[in-house]
């Protein structure tokens, strides 16, 4: 006998948000998320994009998972204020993408950094003395100056994070790779040029992507649930009040916590798919 009705799930829009920068935080919580998706076999999900970007490989396992999903579930993605870079790169993980006419999106490129501060160790006098294995062992050392042979080296890493990301824009969105190397160039747009561009289908607010997502799975956009699905709290935040388990929350996790420059220590000299913007501060766990 078939089951007349539909699971509770299988009437619902499930719906994960990825906001501020991308790492390893926010790779783990997407990707369980995903698995919920799977598990409660949601027909459609919202993807809501609100970042500037992250690292290479955290916003490489996303895209995949997506992909993946694709083979089950309707994606539709949504861009908020800013969705660039890995944020784009992560879009292009849905089959269809919404964007406000005024979001700023692009940016798409490869950004790798190092610090160098020979001339301030050198006035404070410090120096340093260094043994290794290979001549490239200490490459981007904050205490000199990039060789030109490693600067050549740098640049063909670079190079190929480009190409993957280029070849993954032109799959996704139908477009030849020339054409998306003439805007894929660091360039930051908004939505309605993104929309002239082909990078995304329609422009729209968060709800207008969310009645597209109910209407391909044949729900009515007007009643269907979105069931977000949200990182698991540690259990004494259960147990505090709201302001309580803020400031709890705060002290233990604020030295991962410290903003953009803490982000530019940890992932100096790795290849960032981010946008960096003046001023930029981003709370959360951070990726690039």
Do not use: C
């Not at 690292?55 to 996303?62: C, K, L, P, R």
């Not at 992909?67 to 089959?95: D, R």
């Not at 069931?227 to 935040?237: D, H, L, S, V």
């Amino acid at each position: 006998m078939i089951w007349p009705f539909k699971p509770r799930f299988r009437k619902q829009i499930a719906r994960i948000e990825i906001s501020g920068a991308i790492a390893g935080g926010t790779r783990k919580r997407v990707l369980e998320a995903l698995e919920e998706v799977k598990e409660k076999k949601f027909p459609a999900l919202l993807l809501r994009i609100d970042s500037p970007g992250g690292t290479v490989g955290d916003s490489q396992e996303i895209y995949s998972a997506l992909k993946q999903l694709q083979e089950t579930v309707k994606i539709v993605a949504s861009f908020g204020n800013i969705s660039a870079s890995g944020g784009v790169y992560i879009g292009m993980g849905a089959q269809h993408i919404v964007t406000n006419p005024g979001t700023i999106t692009g940016s798409i490129g490869v950004i790798l950094r190092g610090n160098n501060l020979e001339r301030l160790l050198e006035k404070i006098g410090v120096s340093f003395k260094v043994i290794k294995s290979g001549p490239y062992k200490d490459i981007l050392s904050f205490d000199r100056e990039l060789t030109q042979s490693e600067q050549t080296i740098l640049q063909e890493l670079i190079d190929v994070s480009y190409g993957q990301f280029v070849s993954t824009v032109a799959e996704a969105r139908n477009l030849s790779e020339e054409t998306v190397r003439g805007f894929a160039d660091g360039r930051i747009f908004t939505g309605s040029q993104a929309l002239a561009l082909g990078v995304v289908d329609r422009l729209g607010t968060e709800a207008d992507a969310k009645r597209w997502a109910a209407e391909l799975v044949d729900l009515d956009p007007d009643k269907t649930e979105v069931y977000t699905i949200e990182e698991r709290k540690p259990f004494w935040n259960k147990l505090l009040s709201g302001s309580q388990a803020r400031q709890a929350h705060a002290a233990w996790m604020s030295p991962r916590l410290m903003g953009w420059v803490e982000f530019e220590l940890a992932y100096q000299g790795m290849p960032l798919w981010l946008y960096q913007s003046p001023g930029t501060s981003l709370p959360g766990p951070f990726v690039g």
